[in-house]
């Protein structure tokens, strides 16, 4: 498996973590499911995501997304493939 390969994976691992924990911790939108379907970028789910919702869920999200960039990048930082 080539590095490119391993970022997608970690980029669709990351995905479906950061869904899941928002989904538990702020009332799930179909509009929040569409922002995840149409993107691959972290950030840019996190920039249409922070402008979808009220300040409290804003700066929960921010944080859960910054936890899972720092995490993605130690990942493909520690791949050697």
């Known amino acids: 498996m080539n590095k490119e390969d391993?970022?997608?994976i970690y980029i669709k691992r990351a995905k479906q973590r950061i869904k899941k924990r928002l989904q538990?911790?702020?009332?799930?939108e179909?509009?929040?499911e569409?922002?995840?379907?149409?993107s691959d970028s972290i950030?840019?789910?996190?920039e249409q995501l922070t402008e979808m919702l009220d300040e409290p869920d804003?700066?929960?999200?921010?944080?859960?997304i910054r936890k899972e960039?720092?995490?993605y990048e130690k990942s493909l930082k520690n791949y050697k493939g």
């Open 34 to 38: 569409d922002i995840f379907k149409g």
């Open 24 to 28: 538990e911790e702020i009332e799930w």
């Open 30 to 32: 179909e509009a929040y």
């Open 69 to 71: 960039l720092e995490q």
């Open 6 to 8: 391993k970022k997608n």
């Open 58 to 64: 804003k700066v929960r999200v921010t944080e859960l």
């Open 43 to 46: 950030r840019e789910i996190q």
